[in-house]
């Protein structure tokens, strides 16, 4: 994300008007909003955190490429804070007749929806439309291309904040297809940004990211070298429908013993690490079945922050929107 970009997410007064990607967001606001989503949970079996932020306000998803957690807990965030939730999807819309990404916003805003929360698999979308709302709306990015999926970054820093607050003594390794992962980006913008200790990202060499991408990051093509002393480990999906060309990419079997996270490779990291995934899951590829079900795997706590964060961030915008 260039500097303009990065400007582009907060008002003239510098508070946050859209979440493009957390590049530029700093260390103070990242740990305000982490802690704004910890005052969300609530027990298991009590009944939601609610408030009223957006009461009067309109979310409209639009997702314009396939997503289950994601939609499903903005959808739920803007909700429990008291707004309207529009829910487009992308069989149904005009942009499948050939209506442009404008004309669906516009249309959109003419409606009176005041955040636009749009996943698209092209570069860019999400500041483009940011760029040309009217000045009241928001637009909240929820997956861009391989490029960024910032509540995603949020809702795995709290996870491991939960685990460990102490981010300057932890080694983090994210394990999969690290070069087309807009998981790993944000995931790492976000660890970088807190202060991790060590980034190792593992992957085969034809899934290797750009360095540039990852400052500060140990590029590894070695699991056990990888995950050695590993506090958090973060395996994520072969991104199959952003690879044009699978040559190089094991096979299922090889993929799976060399870079899945699995209770075998996990004996190389500390004996207290966490294992994490994004979803959806490929049992038996990048993950282990067993140990995503045992005790050390805490993705379904990151599902039940992945509803807290995007509480969180709701709030920002829509107190925001009321001028508060
Ligand atoms: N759900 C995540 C994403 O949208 C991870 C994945 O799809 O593999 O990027």
């Known amino acids: 994300m260039d500097q303009d970009d990065n400007q582009l997410q907060f008002d003239a007064q510098g508070n946050l008007r859209h979440l493009l990607s957390l590049q530029g967001i700093d260390r103070s606001l990242l740990t305000e909003i982490l802690n704004d989503a910890e005052s969300y949970l609530t027990e298991p079996g009590a009944p939601p955190a609610r408030g009223t932020s957006l009461a009067g306000r309109t979310v409209g998803n639009l997702f314009f490429e396939p997503s289950t957690r994601t939609r499903a807990s903005f959808d739920l965030a803007g909700r429990r804070l008291g707004a309207d939730v529009l829910n487009l999807d992308v069989n149904t819309s005009s942009r499948k007749k050939g209506e442009s990404i404008l004309d669906t916003i516009y249309t959109l805003e003419a409606m009176h929806v005041d955040v636009m929360v749009v996943r698209d ?7 483009y439309i ?10 909240l990015n929820a997956g861009e291309s391989d490029v960024s999926h910032p509540t995603q970054g949020l809702l795995d820093v709290l996870t491991i904040r939960q685990h460990n607050p102490d981010f300057a003594n932890m080694a983090v390794a994210i394990v999969g297809d690290i070069q087309h992962s807009r998981v790993a980006t944000s995931a790492s913008q976000a660890l970088q940004t807190l202060g991790v200790g060590e980034l190792r990202l593992i992957s085969p060499p034809a899934l290797a ?17 990888g995950l050695k002393d590993a506090d958090v480990v973060i395996a994520l999906r072969i991104q199959r429908e952003r690879i044009g060309n699978l040559d190089g990419v094991p096979g299922i079997d090889e993929y799976f013993s060399n870079f899945g996270v699995s209770t075998e490779n996990m004996k190389h990291a500390k004996p207290n690490a966490i294992v994490m995934h994004p979803g959806p899951m490929n049992r038996g590829i990048e993950i ?11 993705i379904t706590q990151q599902v039940t922050n992945g509803v807290a964060v995007r509480m969180a961030v709701l709030k920002r915008i829509g107190k925001r929107m009321s001028g508060q």
């Open 121 to 127: 698999a092209s570069d860019g979308v999400p500041a």
């Open 130 to 139: 940011a760029r040309n709302v009217k000045d009241h709306v928001s637009v």
């Open 288 to 298: 282990e079945g067993a140990l995503a079900d045992g005790p050390r795997s805490v």
């Open 209 to 225: 990211p750009d360095a540039e991408r990852f400052p500060g990051a140990r590029i590894v093509d070695n699991i056990a070298a």
